[in-house]
């Protein structure tokens, strides 16, 4: 007998100005599940936001039905974390589960699961706003009193939570995937044509604020002096981060290509020579994983959840070393041979332990015991 399980998604941060790998790993998520039907466990999907007047930017729009509550967002994230309403079953109707995919927690109308990305701001509260960590501190605290289940997409995120103070019986791991397009060389020209690249890159993806470290990356890319190698940003402006006279020192060595569409960024990650990535702290680093699945050589941060993706398939780093990440880069850069060999390596551990199909077995395996 089939069974069938109705889940609310809170998808509110796709229309953030910077949705990042929160929203990334939602859609995604729940692109995946719709991929990957279970005849004998069904799971049927149904966005909820705060009130807009608008769609989402056509990037991060959701591929299920977005429900809209009556309040704006600043409102809504205000009574959902002081108040504890309104219910999301008020615009989503009945639900089996709440699955609060951010760090906004609404009440627990339903066995709620929560997906914790990381505790980043309890680390080094000076890479956020004050405001940001007042937030994220009550939605934790939210999130370890009320949530049935709490989705970790890493050791290092789960460990992390434990030290917090989460029920360790209540954490699921749930690590994200990779579905990789082989990449044709005519498409990586047509991306070198698009942003105007013309020979060797290294490449670095993220949103630019604190914790994605770009002051060592910049200052390690500066001191390998090579100026037939050009250093590639792929991301929105985010927050807290101001590298103006670092990238006006660099010049044309480096270029900000800014927010990549999903259709250009799988031909800019394979025509790189090198993935630099020396965040100082990640909950999973999606961006990594793009980059192995394409067959690129990675370096990236020892002690962080980029490790555990990596595994022995990349050059680890200390991300506060500029001149160990200087050393590493112009390693990788001068050994052809060791960036195939890392490179494939990469591209093999990402097809056989990181699967978008595994994400959605798990994650279903989640809500069912969510719903009891």
Not at 127 to 133: D, I, S
Not at 206 to 214: A, C, D, F, M, V
Not at 288 to 315: D, F, H, K, N, P
């Amino acid at each position: 007998m089939e069974q069938r399980c109705r889940v609310a998604v809170t998808l509110e941060q796709c229309w953030h100005d910077v949705p990042g790998g929160t929203a990334r790993a939602a859609l995604e998520s729940i692109d995946a599940l719709l991929r990957n039907p279970d005849a004998d466990r069904s799971i049927e999907m149904v966005g909820v936001s705060a009130r807009h007047g608008t769609v989402p930017d056509a990037a991060w729009m959701p591929s299920i039905p977005v429900e809209q509550l009556a309040l704006p967002r600043l409102a809504l994230y205000e009574s959902w974390h002081r108040l504890r309403r309104p219910r999301v079953e008020s615009a989503t109707g009945p639900v089996d589960v709440i699955h609060a995919t951010g760090m906004a927690v609404p009440p627990a109308s339903a066995p709620l699961v929560v997906t914790v990305h990381d505790l980043a701001f309890t680390k080094d509260a000076s890479q956020f706003t004050k405001r940001g960590v007042r937030f994220f501190t009550r939605a934790i605290e939210l999130a370890r009193r009320d949530a049935t289940l709490v989705i970790c997409p890493s050791n290092a995120t789960r460990a992390e939570c434990i030290d917090y103070g989460f029920d360790p019986s209540r954490l699921r791991l749930v690590p994200w995937g990779i579905e990789a397009t082989p990449v044709a060389p005519a498409d990586v020209a047509a991306v070198r044509a698009r942003f105007g690249i013309t020979g060797r890159y290294v490449m670095w993806a993220g949103t630019i604020e604190p914790r994605k470290n770009l002051p060592v990356l910049l200052d390690a890319f500066d001191r390998l002096g090579r100026a037939d190698v050009t250093l590639v940003l792929a991301g929105p402006q985010g927050w807290n981060e101001d590298i103006q006279k670092q990238l006006d020192r660099l010049g044309s060595r480096v270029l900000q290509a800014g927010f990549v569409e999903r259709r250009d960024l799988a031909p800019l990650y394979a025509g790189a020579d090198v993935f630099c990535f020396p965040s100082r702290q990640e909950g999973f680093g999606l961006p990594v994983l793009e980059a192995m699945a394409q067959g690129t050589a990675v370096i990236t941060s020892r002690g962080t959840a980029t490790e555990e993706v990596i595994g022995e398939c990349g050059v680890l780093v200390d991300h506060r070393d500029a001149v160990s990440l200087g050393d590493a880069l112009a390693s990788l850069l001068e050994n052809e041979s060791e960036r195939n060999q890392l490179g494939e390596a990469g591209r093999v551990r990402a097809r056989d332990e990181f699967s978008w199909s595994s994400t959605a077995a798990a994650l279903r395996n989640v809500y069912f015991e969510a719903a009891g």
